[in-house]
Structures are given as structure tokens and as C-alpha cells.
């Protein structure tokens, strides 16, 4: 038997309003496109409907920028409003340039404009990163084992971009139910060498693994890990940051 | 139907020496197992296996440190042999410090160690990434096609840290026969936004998916991505570069 894992799009969620209890909708629609949730599975759920269920959404003609981010706003070219809620949302501005603002959020993320984003929103409107994505992530599993009997994992995952290569990729922001690490210390490798310090970043590559087939328009914002193998754990995504004092890019 | 696809390790391939020519062993490994190559697959191969079938293989008793590789090689101590072989392959030294190396390829990648290293190779041999990935995975495709009348895509992987998260993830250092970015510019999201400026990377995405079978131990060191979406093209991994003028992080 080869060693294979599937990845399935979950489809035909509605649109998520705040307050909505997102487990069951997730439930019911694996269940209807037939491929119901099962022991081992590990969600992949996107940001963006977490959010929403949260109620992160921001008007921005609500908003009052301070100076500081109406400053910003015009060194950057970008909406002094929109500066301000992602101000709001930013431990430290890592790096600014024209339309760019690279910030280390209050979670310690570093990400173009703290992860707010205003695609898949009413127009004027900001979608926020969740308060604590491994609380909600917790929270998920809380509910999805209450409502299945199941034990599952699952990723919060929103795209990032990355130094030196185009593009953006899939990423854990949140977690619950599973080791976001994997490594390789101190084993041997078949030539009979002690691997170094090889660990490797098993939550990233399954919200990567996820992503092709969510597609950015959000149509399809879960996706069922099936098969693949992870390490059960109450852990959640703070092994995934990098200690400042080990980082040569801050 | 949900849209899914799977990932399936192809197992059973013999050890690599240089001159080998991998592909019938893949299309071999792929059959005895039960899951012959087919019609639509993406295949992720580790860069371990092209570089010693290509014959990048070290020994380190044969090199002569040069004086600057002595030197630096103090300042951050590593060996001072493979130090010299890193720097053969490096283009610019982008950060140092003790025990550690990141450089920018000449081939542009900016990873630790140009990508030299030392696991799953005999003792004392250094493993070099393949000199022309790209024409690696060019090759590959052009002879799995003639063995198999299958027209494939491929990926040559390698796993690379990444500034700020801890852990490395399986990432794509050579590709042929698709577009490594999808781009969703100007596109509408449902709620009639255009979307700015939204690129992913799924070269990377669909690397890293293939990496929770890989197992860094590198006994699976071929993987079938088997119904992704992915768009055909004669297209290669410069794509994935970001252009030096538009990177905050150089």
C-alpha cells in the first residue's frame, strides 16, 4: 500500500454572517457532497470565514485614522483608513514601501498589512484576522468533536507572501489537535548519518497542500486533509514562530 | 463531485548512482505499487535523487579550501571544505553567523548552504542541487513522455527555511510543463470586488504538499500529485524569482 493522503474541497457553505456557528455548516456540507467527516481528518478552514463568523469585519466609514497612520497613509499611498485598522492590528512596521506594509502582528505573524484584506467583503468593509486563530481553532475542533464524536485536527490558514519568491503560499495562522512540527533529530538516515537539526514545518505544508484546491475566490473555504499522517497533540501555532534572537531577517 | 486530488508517494526505488537514468525506475516503482503513472499526474521529485543520478556529489577529502572559505569558515564554524563547495555555488552571501550560511544561488534561490548537503550521502560527500534544475525537470518530463506516451508535469524539490516562521517546507527549485503562479488580477470575487494583485505561488504549494509522504529520510523521494488543477505550459521556475528591485528583504 503507497504511502497517499487526499485533499478535499469542501463545497457549498453559504455566505457566513457573524455569529454563525460554523461547525455544523462544515459538518453538513462534507456530509451532503459525500465525503462526511472521518476519524484522522484534518481540516484546513480559511481565515476569512473564521473571521467573518467572529464578526472582524470593519467599516471603514467608521473609521477615524490618527495622524500617525494618515502620515503613513501618504508615505505609502495607501487608505489612511485601511493604515489605521491594520495599525490596530501591528505589534511593530517590519518593513513600508509604495502600497507595501510588511508588520509583525500582535500574534507575532509577520505579513503584508497584518492580514487584513478587503476581497470576498461588502464593499468599504475590512476583514480582520481572527483575535486568537488557535483559540478559534481550538474552538472548531471543540464543536466539531460535539457534533461528530470525531477527533479531529485543524489548520486556520491564510496566504502569505514570502522574501525572495513570487507569490503567495498557503500558511497556518492557527491550529489545535496536532504537532505544527516535525522533527528529524538525531535520527539516522539509510547512509547511517545523524540528521542535524532537520525539522520541518508539517502545518505549513498542509495549509499548502489545501490551498489549490480552495481556490483565492473563497468559494471553497474548508478543505478535508484526509490520510495524511500528523502527530496528535494539544499544541497549537506558536512552534511555528521563529524566536526573534535565532532570526537574521527581523 | 468535489473537487480533490490526491497525493501518493511512489516507493521502492533503488539507491541513486550518478548516471542513472531515473525515469524508467519511476515509471517502474510507480506500476509495481499500483498506481501507474497517468494521464493528468504532476510528479514532485526530491532533488536528492536528480542530483546524485546527475553525478552533483562531492567528496570532501579532494577539495583545497580556498583562503577566503578558510577564513569564513572560522567565523562561522563549519568545515572549511564544505564551505568552499557552498561558496562554488553561491553567487552572494546574503547573511552569516555561527553554524549558519544564507546565500543567493546562480541560479537565484536564496536558501541556506546553496543547498549543499550532507544527509542520505556517503560519509565525507557533500550533495550539490542539480546545476540546471530547470533542464533537470525538462529532462525528466521529455523521457517519462517518450516511456509512457504521458504528457506530465514536473516539479524538482528541495526543502528551504524561510525568515520569521520556524521549519522548513518543501519548496519547488526547478519545474516543467506548467505555470508555476496562478494569478487571479482583475478578477471578481463574489462579492464583486476586483481582486488587486493576487498571485500564488502552486509550484510551492503543490512541493510542500508532497513532502508529509517524502519523510525527509528520503525513502519516498518521488511523489504523484494526481488531480490538481494545474495549467500546461512550457514554463520553467523563473517565474517563482522575485525580481531584486522589488524585494524589501535582499
Same mark, same amino acid.
Given at each position: ?12 457553505? /453559504?455566505? $457566513? ?8 455548516? =462544515? ?21 476569512? $470565514?473564521?473571521?467573518?463568523?467572529? %464578526? ?31 495599525? %490596530? ?8 514601501? +509604495? ?10 505573524? $509577520?505579513?503584508? @498589512?497584518?492580514?487584513?484584506?478587503? *476581497? @470576498? ?11 486568537? *486563530? ?13 457534533? &461528530?464524536?470525531? &477527533?479531529?485536527?485543524?489548520? $486556520? ?12 503560499? @498557503? ?5 489545535? %489537535?496536532?504537532?505544527? =512540527? ?7 538516515? /539509510?547512509? %547511517? ?18 490551498? /489549490?484546491?480552495?481556490? +483565492?475566490?473563497?468559494?471553497? /473555504? ?29
Amino acid at each position: 500500500m503507497p504511502t497517499r493522503y487526499e485533499v478535499i474541497g469542501v463545497e457549498g457553505l /453559504p455566505e $457566513i454572517a457573524p455569529g454563525i456557528d460554523l461547525s455544523p455548516l =462544515i459538518v453538513e456540507a462534507a456530509r451532503r457532497q459525500g465525503t462526511p467527516l472521518a476519524a484522522g481528518d484534518l481540516l484546513v478552514v480559511s481565515q476569512k $470565514i473564521v473571521s467573518k463568523a467572529e %464578526g472582524r469585519l470593519v467599516r471603514l466609514d467608521q473609521i477615524r485614522p490618527s495622524a500617525r497612520a494618515a502620515a503613513l497613509a501618504v508615505e505609502i499611498d495607501r487608505d489612511p483608513r485601511l493604515v489605521e485598522v491594520i495599525l %490596530g492590528e501591528t505589534r511593530r512596521i517590519v518593513r513600508q514601501a +509604495k502600497g507595501v506594509l510588511i508588520v509583525e502582528t500582535h500574534h507575532g505573524w $509577520i505579513c503584508a @498589512n497584518a492580514g487584513v484584506d478587503q *476581497s @470576498n467583503v461588502d464593499p468599504d468593509t475590512a476583514c480582520l484576522l481572527p483575535v486568537d *486563530s488557535d483559540a478559534s481553532a481550538r474552538g472548531l475542533r471543540r464543536r466539531l468533536a460535539e457534533l &461528530t464524536g470525531l &477527533t479531529l485536527a485543524v489548520i $486556520i490558514a491564510d496566504t502569505f507572501g514570502r522574501p525572495w519568491r513570487e507569490g503567495l503560499v @498557503n500558511v497556518a495562522v492557527g491550529l489545535a %489537535g496536532f504537532e505544527p =512540527i516535525v522533527s528529524y533529530l538525531g535520527e539516522t538516515d /539509510p547512509a %547511517g548519518h545523524v540528521l542535524q537539526a532537520t525539522i520541518l514545518a508539517v502545518a505549513d505544508e498542509l495549509a499548502s497542500a489545501a490551498e /489549490p484546491v480552495m481556490g +483565492k475566490l473563497d468559494r471553497i /473555504p474548508v478543505v478535508i486533509i484526509r490520510g495524511a499522517r500528523w502527530t496528535p497533540a494539544e499544541a497549537d501555532s506558536r512552534p511555528l514562530l521563529r524566536d526573534p534572537s535565532r532570526d537574521l531577517f527581523r
